[in-house]
């Protein structure tokens, strides 16, 4: 699998367009073409994947890939990776933690901000939410 960096965005449209056997598909390959490799960003972008996989038939599973995913990118020093881990794990957690959540949401806003990317709508209004 060479485009390995677009693994997680593989995974999302196919799940948009409702064909979640081919997300599973993406993610199984992407975890062949890697398993013997030394590759920290790609087993990040794997966890990730994974999560959004999960995210719709298992909260509790899917928040642990996307803490690791976090974790991994932020153990690389890939900031804005690390921001949309970390609001996935947010939204993942919005129902379940909301005082978890709010907290991962304001550090994908605060990143994206550092950044000077636009954050996302969903972590600007979390963190617009939680200030009132």
């Not at 881990?85 to 949401?105: F, I, K, N, P, S």
Request: glycine share 6%; no cysteine.
């Amino acid at each position: 699998m060479r485009a390995l960096g677009l693994v997680p965005v593989a995974v999302q449209a196919a799940l948009a367009a409702g064909e979640r056997h081919a997300a599973e598909a993406i993610v199984r390959t992407a975890l062949r073409a890697t398993k013997d490799l030394d590759a920290p960003g790609a087993f990040a972008e794997l966890a990730l994947a994974q999560g959004l996989l999960l995210r719709e038939s298992d909260l509790p599973e899917a928040a642990v890939f996307f803490a690791d995913a976090h974790r991994r990118w932020q153990e690389i020093g890939r900031p804005y990776e690390s921001a949309q881990a970390a609001e996935h794990l947010g939204r993942t957690l919005a129902a379940t933690d909301r005082t978890h959540a709010v907290e991962q949401l304001t550090e994908a806003f605060d990143t994206y901000t550092r950044l000077g990317a636009p954050p996302t709508r969903h972590a600007a209004a979390t963190t617009s939410k939680a200030a009132d």
